[in-house]
């Protein structure tokens, strides 16, 4: 029977979490893993509530349906906390990383989780991409922190292989490169919890 | 051969395929969830990675315009279209079929309006089963590839000479990056050859005159002309995805089976919820449940005789049709299959389920009910209704 690992990602449009979901899945891809990485497509905008998903496993993914259960969620905006349940779905061991200046332990009640065998992870995203990258979006070092956080990826290869994707998209504007995996790193490094 | 796995979305796999293709002519007009494919095709032409004439036009009736006019004058013509767009061009889409064009064009399958919906199922495509059009349905990013590649040799080979539609759920496919392994241009370039048509309108040698008037002297003959090519376009089908199978290693048939041989009950249905279907599955026979399925691929030509043969020995079949055909007993793949297995001297208790409209999410629990409605069937020998909806509020 297939098994694989589910991640489901919250952000704001234009806050990167498609882009977060692709990026994580071509590195779990290169380092010779079965992925799926896919958002899921309404009326967005910028600002609008957005969320992408990754399905990661050492077989063939057959299912084609959204994700129901991920053992980790990705908060790429703490403004939503109170509106929506990250938690949904999630299991006892599951991974809860959440983009916020505030620390694990003030999440953890702030979301009501204080009785919950959920991890909570936090990591101040947003103010290491204004001090690396100069803009406020916050997905490539969640990316870091994600993998900070559970070990899911050897962080070298995943910078090795994201500094590739980069240098392809943005050729002609090498401080993005630069900004970008400096923040994965710092994430990976700053993640608590 | 060499061949490389990539994370590729089904847009990106078949952008790539057409590119190691390399057709004399493309024509498109953009329509989500179909633009990327073009649109990264468009890069190719502006880097120079490929050879064809990229033709903008103004809508999709120009676009299948352009693709004829190609085809007609000897090219080897692709476009790709979903939804609004293959609606909006199904009057020439008509006509590439019957001038006997062997035209390839990727469907990203997608709602119809309206409400307006730009999400994946197979209204669309449906709407041009009769159409004269080979339609070929992918489950996956791979599939979709896959059958890109063979639908030139398929469209292109004699005895067919007809254009081939390929199908891949809109956004779920088309917009999902998956693991895809791609073969070696070098491979692709052999394997699709060099088009020789044997007729078209730029050669001056052979004159021949293309889409004339054609009244009830021979327009009865061309059509069963075109019912004939239809029907021998299974036999190229089987063996094109077999030398595909033998030098790739991934083989194609008409439909694939998944633990079918020994089930009681089974599943019918075609693209992406059949591997969805499969993880159901999966679950099912470790709990001890003889539960299979049939993935069609070949929709046009529907092959009946092989679909009977392959589910005559199951006591019950649910068929999921990703399209209503509103009050006809039954949406299109569940009224043919179910025609086809009528002359079995005994046949499977049959019933219809229609789903996933506009995108709506097919998941493992909506596979599990049918399969657990399909064993109250058989237990309790009752049928109950036969034409079913799945996952809608009612």
Known sequence: MAQYLEIRWHGRGGQGAKTAAL???????????????????????????????????????????????????????????????????????????????????EMRKRLGLEES?????????????????????????????????????????????????LEKKFRNRPEVIAGNLQAIQRAYEEVQG | MVSKTVAYTGNEAIAHGMKQINPDVIAAYPITPQTEIVQIYSTFVADGLVDTEFVTVESEHSAMSAVIGAAAGGARAMTATSSQGLAYMHEVVYIAASMRLPIVMAVANRALSGPINIHCDHSDTMGARDSGWIQLYSENAQEAYDNLIQAVRIAEHPDVQLPVMVCLDGFIISHALETVTLNDDAFVKEFVGIYKPKHHLLDPENPVTMGPLDLFDFYFEHKRDQAEAMRKAKDVIIAVGQEYGAKTGRGYGLFETYQLDDAETAIVVMSSTAGTAKAVIDELRAQGQKVGLLKLRSFRPFPYAELAEALKHLKAVAVLDR?????????PLFVQTRAALYDLPQRPTMINYIYGLGGRDCDMSQIARVYADLAEIVKSNQTGEIVRYLGVRE
């Not at chain 1, 290169?30 to 992408?52: C, D, H, L, N, T």
């Not at chain 1, 990754?54 to 129901?68: A, E, G, L, W």
């Not at chain 1, 490539?140 to 900070?148: D, E, K, N, R, S």
């Open chain 1, 23 to 105: 990026l994580l899945g071509e590195s779990a891809a290169a380092a010779g893993k079965y992925i799926q990485a896919f958002p899921e497509y309404g009326p967005e905008r910028m600002g609008a509530p957005v969320v992408a998903y990754n399905r990661i496993s050492d077989q063939p993914i057959t299912v084609h349906c959204h994700v129901k259960e991920p053992k980790y969620v990705v908060v790429l905006d703490s403004t939503f906390v109170g509106s929506v349940d990250f938690t949904d779905g999630m299991p006892e061991d599951g991974v809860l990383v959440i983009n916020t200046d505030k620390s694990p332990a």
């Open chain 1, 117 to 165: 065998s959920i991890r909570v992870c936090t990591v101040n995203a947003t103010q290491i991409a204004l001090d690396t990258i100069g803009r406020a979006i916050p997905n490539t070092p969640m990316m870091g922190a994600l993998i900070g956080a559970t070990n899911l990826l050897n962080i070298e290869d995943v910078i090795e292989d994201t500094k590739r994707k």
């Open chain 2, 323 to 331: 399209a209503d055909s509103f009050n006809a007993f039954g949406a």
